[in-house]
């Protein structure tokens, strides 16, 4: 690690220190006896992750039932979570195992673009998913003409876009810093403060631009989501029967627990774990909501949905019958 150090150093003499800039990243090189028991964990999450995600969009492609507007959004959801863990976890992993602990400058950069598209897609498509649930309660009638096609296709892209500008805009103001010094990343990834602390020029308007971007998608999102299941709520109270009442809550029920995950793990990292003292909590938070949250999420939608068990039981058996 002291060479990498070195050799950062005496590139920054040499001029241009965003073309040459490397990054070294501590990862959780504190505990080395650690090291191959978390790459065992980590890359069992990680695998399981891609299968789950990758056989949710099989699975909702090739079954006609599930081409509604809520298993279009979670096709999408699976897709960006597949996305996502897969920008994060290899680089966890290889610097599980592997002495080189460097990243270059292009690299990290890239790397922060892609899961910054990722983390505020997945957050409009969540709030586009409680929209859909609050007009399928709400106005069971007219769901087929409210949630139509178009409008699907028009939330969806649109949260694509929006991702892709607000990560664009951040990324543009982290390439705006000059970098210096060693280069060392306490972390495992290139998320925005661990990149900031790298630089040697003032970056009080980045970190301005970040918290902007980050309130205003936090907040819009939220707000989309409480009002929807706050009139859902209200809704479903009025409901005589108690069969209603369970049947309203068991439609929306998963789909709350997947936010919860999202939009608690989010605060509890940007609003409460940002001390040196909770620098480890920190990590794990963020392996959570990388790596941990992409597997949950197509085990809870999928838990107690009979015509995803039965694609997949066909699927098995299908499998199962071309090796026999």
């Keep these: 690690m002291n060479s990498q150090i070195s050799s950062n150093k005496s590139q920054m003499q040499e001029g241009n220190q965003s073309a040459v800039f ?14 191959v028991p978390l790459f065992l964990v980590f890359l069992t999450i990680y695998t399981i992750s891609v299968l789950e995600n990758l056989g949710m969009i099989l699975i909702i492609r090739i079954k006609p039932k599930l081409h509604t507007p809520m298993y279009v959004f979670l096709s999408h959801l699976s897709f960006v979570d597949f996305c996502y863990t897969t920008t994060i976890a290899p ?47 709400c106005n069971p009638l007219l769901y087929n003409i409210a949630m139509s096609r178009k409008l699907c ?9 929006w991702g892709g500008i607000c990560s664009s805009t951040l990324t ?33 308007i980045s970190q301005l631009a970040c918290l902007v971007i980050c309130m ?25 029967s108690k069969g209603g009442h369970r049947k309203a809550f068991s439609t929306c029920g998963f789909h709350l627990t997947a936010i919860c995950f999202c939009h608690g793990v989010i605060l509890l990292l940007y ?4 001390s040196k003292s ?25 838990l107690r949905n009979k015509d995803v068990k039965e694609t997949l039981r066909k699927l098995v058996h299908l499998k199962v019958l071309s090796h026999s």
Excluded: W
């Design 22 to 35: 490397t990054f070294v990243f501590l990862g959780f090189s504190e505990y080395p006896k650690l090291q």
């Design 91 to 137: 680089k966890l992993l290889d610097l599980l195992i592997v002495e080189d602990r460097s990243m270059s400058f292009k690299g990290c950069i890239a790397q922060f673009f892609f899961g910054c598209t990722c983390v505020i897609t997945q957050t409009f498509i969540l709030a586009a998913m409680a929209y859909d649930r609050f007009v399928a309660v």
């Design 153 to 161: 296709a028009l939330l969806v892209a649109g949260s694509y876009i």
């Design 172 to 204: 543009y103001f982290l390439l705006a810093l000059s970098y210096c010094g060693s280069g060392i990343i306490n972390h495992f990834c290139c998320e925005y403060s661990a990149i900031i602390s790298a630089s040697c020029s003032d970056s009080s």
């Design 216 to 240: 205003f998608n936090e907040v819009c999102s939220l707000l989309i989501i409480l009002t929807s299941y706050v009139v859902i709520v209200i809704t479903v109270i009025k409901i005589p």
């Design 271 to 274: 609003c409460v774990l940002k």
């Design 278 to 302: 909770s620098l480890l909590l920190f990590k794990f938070a963020t392996v959570f909501y990388s790596m941990v949250i992409p597997m949950l999420n197509p085990l809870i939608y999928s």
